[in-house]
């Protein structure tokens, strides 16, 4: 019977959790994408705003729990929530007397798309156990610990001497989550917890999809990126993660360069406050990604501030969205929780000048190189490509790009100030920190491809247009 309980909990979980966060987002995404509530349903952007209330209401749901410090009444606070977004959802639907239709081949695609991708991820998701060390000994070892006490607070036992191994000071978005399923089934074990991935990485493979076209572009893209990172997007680590929403933004600044659509530059940035509660490296991505989303918007101004879509409620509702960061840090301030890097201390940069000046840089250089090497090798060959076609440059790509060199730098200088032996911790490290990296460079490749892609679409019309004026002229 107990089986057949716990089959059942899955399947509703599976059902409920995406329209569980979808309600508990749209609180956020509504305001940010229409400056209310209740748009009118010709200015809906179904698929954009699902996907930015999923992600949106995962902050929201990790920061209702950061608050009350408890995982029963986080839970019951924010289905309360819940209920009243997905109301507020539903009433243009339902004032139109439900006349939103699925009529176009192409939302029909990304829709089936989106169902086979999400069964896809929950595969590999539910049938490997926890095994790798940092996905049991840190991440989901916090999510267990914070499922024992039913709380985030210091009776998850954040400041006892015996956890010190695991990084307590980590961000604790996903081990959140994780524990509240685990307490949702009433048990903890090593495959259920990873629900939490399921549901923090389905969002981006949605966004993913609204790149869909048919072009060798979109085919590269759906095909290179996603691969890439397994088995990073099952096996617990977040650094897949980490990299997956990094490029995700990236590849909405592209399309923003491209087509000037507010919402694009919207969820850009919220993919940025997501990454930063998931994993310390997480702030280098939002630096690094804000720099060049700060530029992208000064040279924009004039154009944004006649969107109609553009509204000042952005800023309170990005600074909002940016509470469960900051709460996070109070607590880890509080509870003298500090990491282990000594980053901006006397010994960091005494390590640095000393790392430097003995040459050990070029090991740094190389060992990161390595992991860069095959994608700069495709990267070449389509420069090469646009060389020979005379394909011209856009900006499309230039973000990514940007976006990859400040993170790498970042990284490299995390390098020089470890603390830790610096061959032990490149060989354990950093095939995981180049993800970010390289997720850049195939966001660049891809828009590259674009460019190839719309210069021989605009020769081949211009080749068709001129055989049809012979002809007629003949």
Same mark, same amino acid.
């Given at each position: 019977m107990s089986i057949v309980l716990n089959f059942l909990k899955l399947g509703l979980i599976l059902l409920l959790g995406p329209i569980y966060f979808v309600g508990l987002g749209w609180l956020l995404a509504a305001p940010l994408l229409y400056g209310n509530w209740l748009p009118k349903l010709k200015d809906r952007l179904f698929l954009n705003e699902?996907?930015? %209330? +999923?992600?949106?209401g995962i902050l929201i749901n990790f920061g209702i729990v950061l608050c009350v410090q408890s995982l029963k009444i986080g839970l019951y606070l924010s289905g309360f929530l819940s209920i009243a977004g997905l109301t507020l959802f539903l009433i243009p639907l339902f004032k139109n007397h439900l006349r939103f239709r699925i009529s176009d081949k192409h939302t029909i695609f990304q829709l089936l798309g989106i169902v086979i991708i999400y069964f896809l991820l929950l595969s590999p998701i539910i049938t490997e156990p926890l095994s790798a060390w940092d996905a049991r000994s840190i991440w989901f070892f916090h999510a267990k610990m914070i499922f024992l006490a039913r709380s985030i607070g210091l009776s998850a036992g954040w400041q006892n001497t015996?956890?010190? *191994? %695991?990084?307590?000071?980590?961000?604790? +978005?996903?081990?959140?989550? &994780? &524990?509240? =399923?685990?307490y949702l089934f009433g048990f903890w074990n090593e495959y259920l917890p990873k629900l $939490?991935?399921? *549901?923090?990485?389905?969002p981006a493979f949605i966004w993913l999809s609204t790149f869909l076209k048919r072009s060798f572009s979109f085919v590269f893209l759906i095909l290179v990126l996603p691969f890439y990172f397994f088995p990073w997007i099952w096996n617990g680590y977040m650094d897949g993660l980490l990299a997956f929403y990094f490029a995700i933004s990236m590849l909405l600044i592209g399309r923003f360069l491209l087509n000037r659509q507010f919402y694009d530059l919207a969820c850009s940035i919220v993919c940025l406050i997501f990454i930063i509660n998931i994993k310390n490296e997480g702030t280098l991505a939002f630096l690094a990604g804000m720099t060049i989303l700060l530029f992208v918007a000064f040279f924009n101004r004039n154009r944004m501030n006649t969107n109609k879509r553009f509204s000042w409620k952005f800023i309170p509702i990005t600074l909002f969205s940016i509470l469960p960061y900051i709460i996070w840090q109070i607590y880890k301030n509080q509870w003298a929780l500090s990491n282990d890097l000594q980053i901006g201390s006397q010994t960091s940069i005494s390590r640095l000048l000393t790392r430097l000046a003995d040459g050990s840089f070029q090991l740094i250089l190389t060992s990161i190189f390595g992991q860069l090497k095959p994608l700069l090798m495709m990267l070449g060959l #389509? *420069?090469?490509? +646009? =060389? #020979?076609?005379?394909? !011209?440059?856009? %900006?499309? $790509?230039?973000?990514?790009? =940007?976006?990859?060199? #400040?993170?790498? &730098?970042?990284? *490299?200088?995390?390098?020089?100030?470890? !603390?830790?032996d610096l061959n032990w911790h490149l060989i354990t490290s950093v095939n995981r920190t180049m993800l970010s990296v390289n997720s850049c460079l195939i966001v660049g490749s891809y828009w590259l491809l674009y460019s190839i892609e719309k210069r021989f679409s605009n020769t081949m019309e211009i080749a068709v247009s001129c055989i049809s004026l012979s002809k007629k002229r003949s």
């Open positions: 699902v996907t930015l %209330s +999923m992600v949106g015996t956890v010190l *191994f %695991s990084h307590a000071d980590y961000p604790i +978005m996903v081990p959140t989550l &994780a &524990a509240q =399923i685990a $939490s991935l399921l *549901f923090v990485f389905f #389509i *420069f090469i490509v +646009m =060389i #020979i076609w005379k394909v !011209p440059y856009n %900006s499309t $790509s230039i973000p990514a790009f =940007i976006a990859a060199l #400040i993170y790498c &730098a970042g990284i *490299f200088i995390i390098y020089l100030i470890t !603390p830790a």
